[in-house]
């Protein structure tokens, strides 16, 4: 069965410091991977996701990910951290064999100081 | 393009009583998600259809929950009789139902029993 586990409910960056959130997937086959990201009293917003066809992807808003087969890794990182991206962030997993329904993480608070 | 839409955005009920919510999802997209997002917790999947058909509803709680989805577009998810345990954002998404194709999320019901 798939799950995805986010290591650190809250991860807290200054203003400009790289951003670094982490995700791990159980999968029995390549699964499709995704990051999403909520703002307070809003539904979620795709950032990226991976489908195989490159193992580095870009999303919005600067944020990308790195598919790591061997570590059933997917990471979320971003240079510099800015204000604006304070939210909480979730790594999804759907595949074939479950019917592609999509599994959350429990998510991780980014909080940014000034 | 329009978004997912649910309403209402906020309910407040006693225990004991019944609530309905409503979403009206992407046009032709074919998958539909329900999700309950406890406070501080990823979504957990409740039911995921495709069309008008149930693909997972494996985390229903079928003796009080219940959804269906008219005519393969608009669903509605029931809550009767609710418990203390089911204040929650309720998050209704929508996907074309290809396996890589992002979901797109409404901005949720939340939900209050008190």
């Known amino acids: 069965a798939q799950s995805v586990t986010q290591l650190g409910s809250h991860v807290s960056v200054s203003e400009g410091a790289l951003v670094l959130l982490r995700c791990n997937y159980s999968s029995s086959v390549p699964p499709y991977l995704f990051w999403y990201v909520q703002y307070p009293n809003q539904g979620l917003q795709l950032l990226l996701k991976y489908t195989s066809a490159a193992t580095l992807v870009k999303g919005i808003n600067g944020f990308e990910a790195e598919f790591k087969k061997s570590e059933t890794s997917f990471h979320l990182t971003k240079p510099s951290a800015h204000m604006s991206d304070a939210a909480e962030y979730f790594c999804?997993?759907?595949?074939?064999?479950?019917?592609?329904?999509?599994?959350f993480g429990s998510g991780t608070r980014l909080l940014v100081r000034p | 393009e329009a978004g997912v839409a649910q309403s209402p955005r906020y309910k407040i009920i006693e225990k004991r009583q019944s609530v309905a919510f409503w979403c009206n999802p992407i046009?032709?997209?074919?998958?539909l998600y329900w999700y309950q997002q406890i406070l501080g917790q990823g979504p957990k999947l409740l039911i995921q259809?495709?069309?008008?058909?149930?693909?997972?509803d494996s985390q229903l709680p079928k003796d009080r929950f219940s959804a269906e989805r008219l005519k393969g577009v608009d669903s509605t998810l029931k809550i009767q009789p609710a418990k203390l345990e089911d204040s929650a954002v309720y998050l209704c998404a929508s996907s074309l139902g290809q396996p890589n194709t992002e979901a797109f999320f409404g901005q949720g019901t939340r939900l209050t029993v008190v």
């Open positions: 999804a997993v759907s595949e074939e064999d479950s019917s592609y329904k999509l599994i």
């Open positions: 046009s032709g997209h074919a998958t």
């Open positions: 259809f495709q069309n008008n058909g149930v693909v997972d």
